[in-house]
């Protein structure tokens, strides 16, 4: 079935490092890939998404870009700020249910002054 | 706009209660989500309604859950006998229902059943 992996967390940071967050997915046809991301006591909200292969989908200083050769939609941003703290879930629409969403099981960061 | 309401926002009760969530989409949204979100299991998707009418309830974990959407602006998600591992954050979320797009969650419901 459709699924998604992530990296396991927590990945702790200094300010102003640079970020990847690992994604690979499993799915029949040409799913939507999105990140989503998770504030202390909040609940989730997109981040950014991307509907096709080789599109980049990008907010706030991050990047992901949809590679289908490699299944992946890893996460990165060039310099990460304490406010980037928050759990980063990749997710992935099913191609034969739409408006459907299978998340992975999130990556908790942690940025550090 | 408010966004997606859930309450209460914290719940604690005893093994065998009854527990009833709520959630209020987005006016105008024409699908609904509940999710249960833990360390172990991560978020997953429990049962989603489209335009009111139960479209995919194949997380409910068991007889245990049921939810209902008995208008356009109210669900309920309701745990019956309720037991401790049913502890968990459960997320509501809405959107227009019209193919990949994002989805709205309100701030979760923290359920601790002891």
């Known amino acids: 079935g459709n699924s998604v992996t992530q990296m396991e967390g927590p990945v702790t940071l200094s300010e102003e490092a640079f970020l990847t967050i690992n994604c690979t997915y499993t799915?029949?046809?040409?799913?939507?890939l999105f990140w989503y991301v998770q504030y202390p006591g909040e609940g989730l909200q997109l981040l950014l998404k991307?509907?096709?292969?080789?599109d980049k989908g990008s907010n706030k200083g991050f990047e992901a870009t949809y590679r289908k050769e490699t299944t992946s939609f890893h996460l990165e941003k060039g310099s990460v700020q304490v406010s980037d703290s928050a759990v980063y879930f990749c997710?992935?629409?099913?191609?034969?249910?739409?408006?459907?969403?299978?998340f992975g099981t999130g990556t908790l960061l942690a940025v550090q002054p | 706009d408010a966004g997606v309401i859930q309450s209460p926002r914290h719940e604690v009760t005893e093994m065998g209660q009854e527990v009833t969530l709520r959630c209020k989409p987005i006016s105008g949204h024409n699908s609904l989500f509940w999710y249960r979100q833990t360390m172990m299991r991560g978020l997953e998707l429990l049962i989603y309604?489209?335009?009111?009418?139960?479209?995919?309830d194949s997380g409910m974990p068991e007889d245990r859950f049921s939810a209902k959407m008995p208008n356009a602006s109210f669900s309920t998600l309701k745990i019956q006998p309720s037991e401790p591992r049913d502890s968990a954050v459960y997320f509501c979320a809405s959107n227009s229902g019209q193919g990949r797009e994002k989805l709205f969650f309100g701030s979760g419901t923290q359920l601790s059943v002891l």
């Open positions: 799915a029949t046809g040409y799913p939507s």
């Open positions: 309604f489209n335009n009111n009418v139960p479209i995919d």
């Open positions: 997710a992935l629409s099913s191609p034969g249910a739409t408006n459907k969403l299978i």
């Open positions: 991307a509907t096709k292969a080789d």
